[in-house]
């Protein structure tokens, strides 16, 4: 108690003392940022996943071709799992004359868990969202099924043996599924009347998906006690594995915001140990002189160590109530923007906030409280007793090193951690080295050449130089966080909207017959519809690797490599123009004559998983005939880009004997819908595919990405200012003092002023230089490996950058040095 | 109450070594006043430091309350200092973060005092502030730091009180009065006083004299004692063996 309240009391005098200000200033900001940023970025990106099981309308789902046991889906139930079940296959549906082939769902009553069915009363009409399939004898169709069929809703039709009555047009559904399964339109029954049209018989192909919802501990509790049950074939998916699309606009998503966050951690990191530095500094006076009257260095330790608790617990309470406020605004900025459902507030990110104050504290107060208990009281008759500089790399080791355990912990992302560590270790060194070597530079060439002031001001910088070090390296490292964020920010979105421009295509039609080009583009020219261009398509499927059957190939998971289906393989001249080559070389007219055997190109994920390399000889079974080709090069290509993508790409004229149709993708507005009608209807062999649906999800969550991207980036340039005002804070004391002497001996105050700014500007713009390198350096590792995309250089960042951090330091630099400047020399001399 | 045997002091700045103090032999007795005095550079203030036990000497002993402080660590010069010691400095050394009062409170604090705060207005009075004692150092003068500086001095009531040019920032008549007052202090609570100063007129008041030079300390004899030599080498230095080899 007596401890407390002597520890209060100190507390209470350190701070009219000014010393504790900033430091509390950064914890209670940095906890705050860290909570707020965390919690935002959780919440936000748990909704979106909440949001995003729509695309399953379920947590999660058993994919299997044979039904499961009962008891699994009892077991299911008894754990307060909600379940549906939704078996698939494709059958003819009849309608008096006509017939089509259609993909029919055949689904449980609790369908969909999560999510609508939009369903309309006309074909192409607009939808209207309902949360159940259809009962017992109706019949949904896709609106092109109608179409096909001539039908409106309320007539007849027949699938298998079963009679049902079409009482509702199929406008979207929550789980569309892949484009494969897209191939026939879409009809919809109830599962009850599955038997009833003793479609499905042994041996016929019938997928099932178990769909179940639930929370996440009841999940991962089911889960674990069906994993072992699963047997080969089984699949239990969330939705990551559903969507692949979708998955990387989410997980990209995600290790932004994670970035941002873990980065803002840092950035805050480097503000408290500034702070901490000067802390330490501006009390090395107090301690020599509170040791010169009988301090025991237990004393001081316990003295530093009081206030440093409080100042923490008072930071982690302010600063967790101030995060909370943060993702409160954070939220109430983006509403309108997005639709969904933000979860409650959670825990974890008080705690990382706390963990994080904590954390700063020991790794960068305590080393320079620690380091006052040793200050000599013999400081009291000279006070050049401390070298400042000494144990500054050895803390700043702790700290870099402390930060990127913190951002480990939180991320769970040891890669980008590490990345991000060695980054600024390195960031750091050059740094240092760096302003050594300019500052000796300077020091030489001025030698005896520069008048007193000048000759003064350089001696002072280069007494400071460690300090000077430390400040551009710190500055450095905000800056270039903000410039990765920044440009990694633009990459995204540009990526994001080649995929989903307005125009771009969103109907696929394929299974066009090459008689059938002339009057299909007439028809496109007609309606005024822009199309991506034609590709021819020949459904082959890939038989021997090396000449080893591929069922024989134990180490490739044949459902994975989608390699035991058939696959569409084209051919064409010109690489597609988004494709790149990552190996080999496209080939040249001049190439396919000299060469005799068949070239390849192949689609790089492809080729990964199943181990392929240029000239691996690959083996394909087109309609019974068998082609033999080689790999001569290796494509990487966007599979999100929503146009006709290959995995297998030919020469021309090496398919010529096969049986082949075209492919295109076009463009239709949502107002224009009714005109897939009269194409189908004149080109009824054709099969359409529609993404619209798809796209507008997409768009959606795109919509929602970008602006929480740009609001944690936005919270990202406070930590960065933050860290430049510490900065400039932090060698105020020390300007005050040479300033004070510089003016007594006869400095202008115009002198002084043109001097410091000149000072900061150069630390500014020295960051701003090594920023840009190090942005291009770590962006191009956090593109590669972190968000797996493509990397690109940023030259421009080495013009704008530096310019930005010399005119970010001479601003602040300038606010906070006025007092320098415009302090009475005698006033700062006498305080010695 | 002091005793330093064979006191030797030598830093190295570079290359360079520089012996500052060059055997140094001394005894104060309890309750004795002893003024230092020389030329600047001399190490009057490297003296001062090391009987205070702020820095450690390079060879030699010293003795202060009967404890050889060469052998103590830090720490426990510092619990000595806290039962034994006050200072008083040529720049004041007041805390700017406290209060006139608090910074009087803080060696009492320090060394346990029971009521830190009733002892320290008691001295406040003494030196004249007690209507100042929630003002901070930059709100006060010169000489009322200084006085301040007397009363954080004087208020743990220390066997031995060390003071380095006391006056050296305050102007004559200013100086005068800390004078007065620092005298009238110590013989209220007569304690071994050890002073630094530049001054010959604050140095006479002093019961002895000592002066250093280059390093040697030479203890000024009074007229009545010792007429004919004036002065009396402290160090065994003339005896020819070199005491800081
Ligand atoms: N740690 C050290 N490193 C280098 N030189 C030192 C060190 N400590 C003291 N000196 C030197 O020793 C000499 C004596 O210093 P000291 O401060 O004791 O002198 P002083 O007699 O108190 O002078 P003044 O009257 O000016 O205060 C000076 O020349 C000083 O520069
Ligand atoms: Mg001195």
Redesign the interface.
């Known amino acids: 108690m007596r401890l407390m309240m ?1 520890a209060l009391r100190n507390i209470r ?2 701070w ?4 504790l200000g900033l430091l509390a200033f950064s914890l209670t900001l940095a906890v705050s940022i860290v909570t707020g940023i965390a919690g935002f970025s959780e919440r936000l990106s748990r909704g979106m996943e909440q949001q995003s099981h729509h695309f399953l309308a379920a947590d999660r789902v058993l994919k299997t071709a044979r039904t499961v046991p009962d008891s699994w889906l009892l077991e299911a139930q008894q754990r307060g799992l909600k379940t549906a079940t939704v078996a698939s296959f494709r059958s003819m549906i009849y309608a008096g004359e006509q017939m089509q082939l259609a993909s029919i769902r055949a689904v449980s009553d609790g369908y969909p868990l999560i999510g609508q069915l939009g369903v309309s009363d006309a074909a192409f009409g607009d939808a209207q969202l309902v949360e159940h399939g259809p009962s017992a004898g109706e019949l949904w169709l896709d609106s092109r099924l109608l179409a096909l069929l001539d039908l409106t809703t309320g007539g007849e039709a027949g699938v298998g043996e079963a009679d049902f009555t079409v009482s509702r047009a199929l406008i979207s559904e929550p789980d569309r599924g892949n484009m494969n399964e897209m191939l026939a339109p879409r009809a919809m029954i109830n599962l009850a009347d599955l038997a009833a049209t003793k479609v499905v018989q042994p041996g016929s192909l019938v997928r099932y998906r178990y769909l179940f919802a639930g929370s996440e501990a009841q999940l991962a509790d089911y889960e674990n006690w069906l994993t072992p049950l699963l047997e080969a074939g089984q699949r239990w998916e969330d939705v990551r594995d559903g969507q692949p699309a979708m998955a990387t606009t989410l997980k990209r998503a995600e290790g932004y915001l994670l970035l941002a966050a873990s980065l803002g951690v840092a950035l805050a990191g480097a503000a408290i140990a500034l702070a901490a530095r000067r802390y330490g500094q501006r009390n090395s ?2 301690v020599a ?11 001081i330790l316990h003295h530093y160590l009081a206030q440093l608790a409080l100042l923490c617990a008072a930071a982690i309470v302010l600063g967790g109530l101030l995060g909370h406020g943060l993702q409160w605004a954070l939220f109430a900025s983006l509403q309108g923007l997005i639709d969904i459902d933000i979860p409650p507030p959670v825990w974890r990110p008080l705690l990382v906030g706390a963990i994080t104050a904590l954390l700063c504290t020991a790794v960068f107060a305590l080393p320079p409280v620690w380091r006052l208990s040793k200050v ?3 400081r ?3 006070r050049d007793t401390e070298d400042s500089s000494e144990g500054m790399v050895a803390s700043a080791l702790i700290g870099v090193t402390g930060i990127g355990g913190l951002m480990w912990w939180y991320s769970g992302n040891i890669q980008l951690s590490a990345a991000l560590l060695v980054a600024s270790i390195a960031l750091g060194l050059l740094a240092t080295v760096l302003v050594l070597w300019l500052v000796s530079q300077a020091r030489r060439l001025s030698a005896g050449r520069s008048r007193g002031a000048l000759r003064l001001a350089l001696a002072a910088i280069y007494r400071r130089r460690f300090a000077n070090a430390f400040q551009v390296a710190s500055f450095a490292l905000a800056l270039m966080t903000l410039t990765s964020l920044g440009l990694l920010r633009a990459n995204l979105l540009v990526d994001w909207q080649m995929q989903l421009t307005e125009g771009a295509p969103n109907h696929f039609l394929i299974n066009i017959q090459p008689t059938e080009i002339a009057p299909l583009e007439g028809f496109f020219q007609e309606h005024g519809l822009s199309n991506a261009g034609l590709y021819p398509m020949v459904r082959g499927r890939l038989t021997h690797i090396d000449q080893r059957a591929i069922k024989d190939i134990a180490d490739i998971d044949a459902e994975r490599g989608n390699v035991n289906r058939e696959i569409n393989l084209s051919w064409a001249a010109e690489l597609p123009s988004d494709n790149r080559i990552e190996a080999g070389t496209w080939w040249t007219a001049s190439d396919l004559v000299a060469t005799e055997r068949v070239p390849v190109s192949v689609e790089a994920d492809l080729a990964k998983q199943l181990q392929l390399s240029l000239g691996s000889e690959l083996s394909f079974n087109i309609g019974g005939q068998s082609l033999v080709a080689v790999v001569s090069s290796i494509r990487s290509l966007d599979w999100s880009s929503m146009r006709p993508n290959f995995y297998f790409i030919f020469p021309p004229d090496s398919l010529r004997d096969y049986a082949g149709s075209y492919i295109t993708s076009f463009y239709l507005p949502a107002a224009e819908k009714p005109l897939l009608t009269d194409l189908l209807r004149a080109f009824p062999t054709m099969t359409l595919i529609e993404i619209d649906a798809l796209i507008a999800q997409m768009n959606t969550v795109v919509g929602q990405v970008s602006a929480a991207i740009g609001l944690v980036l936005a919270l990202v340039v406070v930590c960065a200012l933050l860290v430049s005002v510490a900065n400039v804070q932090a060698s105020l004391d020390s300007r005050l003092q040479e300033n004070a002497i510089l003016r007594a001996l006869g400095a202008s105050r115009q002198l002084i002023a043109n001097g410091l700014l000149l000072e900061f500007a150069a630390v500014g713009f020295l960051a701003g230089l090594l920023a840009a390198l190090g942005s291009n350096i770590a962006l191009y590792g956090v593109q590669r490996w972190v968000l797996d995309m493509a990397p690109v250089w940023h030259g421009s960042v080495f013009m704008v950058v530096p310019v930005l951090g010399a005119m970010t330091m001479a601003i602040t630099g300038w606010l906070y040095c006025r007092v320098v400047i415009s302090t009475p020399p005698l006033q700062v001399l ?3 | 109450m002091i005793r330093v045997q064979n006191l030797c002091k030598t830093v190295t700045s570079g290359a360079q070594e520089l012996a500052i103090l060059r055997g140094i032999n001394l005894e104060i007795k309890a309750g004795e006043s002893a003024a230092i005095i020389g030329v600047s550079g001399a190490g009057k ?2 003296l ?2 090391l009987l ?4 450690n000497a390079t060879s030699g002993d010293i003795y202060l309350h009967g404890q050889n402080i060469s052998l103590m660590t ?2 426990q010069r ?6 034994h ?1 006050g ?1 008083v ?1 040529q ?1 004041f ?6 209060t006139a009062l ?1 910074n009087v409170m ?2 009492l ?3 346990g005092h029971a009521s830190p705060e009733t002892a320290a207005r008691v001295f406040l009075e003494k030196v004249d502030l007690a209507d100042r004692g929630h003002h ?1 150092p ?1 709100q006060l003068s ?1 000489g009322e730091q200084q006085r301040v500086a007397l009363a ?1 001095a004087f208020a ?1 009531e220390p066997d031995i009180l060390f003071a ?1 040019e006391p006056t050296g920032n305050l102007d004559e008549q200013t100086g005068q009065r800390i004078i007065e007052l620092l005298f009238a202090l110590n013989s209220e609570t007569r304690t071994t006083l050890v002073l630094v100063t530049h001054e010959m007129a604050l140095a006479q008041r002093c019961g002895r004299q000592f002066v250093m030079h280059d390093g040697v300390l030479t203890e000024a004899v009074s007229n009545a004692e010792s007429a004919d030599t004036g002065m009396k080498q402290s160090s065994p230095a003339q005896s020819g063996e070199l005491p800081c080899a």
């Open positions: 002597l005098r350190a009219r003392g000014g010393e006076d107090n002189v509170m040791k010169t009257l009988g301090a025991r260095r237990r004393q000599a009281p013999l009291v008759l000279r006498a305080r010695q | 203030s490297t001062l430091g205070a036990g702020l820095d830090e720490d510092a619990a000595l200092r806290a039962q010691v200072f400095f720049s050394q007041l805390l700017p973060g406290l608090e803080l060696p604090e320090l060394s901070y930059r010169g954080r743990v380095d």
